[in-house]
């Protein structure tokens, strides 16, 4: 299961959310979302959980949770929307 994790300090690492839900079961990746030029943390990421029950049970533990001192937004994640293709270009 895919899970979306909001409201995250822009300090917070792979690494960090790794050890948080690492404690609720195993995972297949965790990162945090960057800003493609700045390199800068956007305050969320994705935690991917194999096993939803283990994913279920992270989400329930740490939703609305305080974690380096903002309260958490962690629930299962949305399909990307699909977005029309932007050309803005002349011919």
Known sequence: MR???G??????TD?????????????????VIKDKFSGQSK????VDMP???????AIKALNETDFKGRKLTVNEARPRAERPRGGGGRY
């Open 43 to 46: 305050g969320f990421g994705f």
């Open 51 to 57: 096993n939803n029950s283990e994913a279920d049970a």
């Open 7 to 12: 409201n995250l300090t822009y300090s917070v």
């Open 15 to 31: 690494d960090d959310l790794r050890d948080v839900f690492g404690q609720y079961g195993e995972l297949a990746a965790a990162e």
């Open 3 to 5: 899970i979306y994790v």
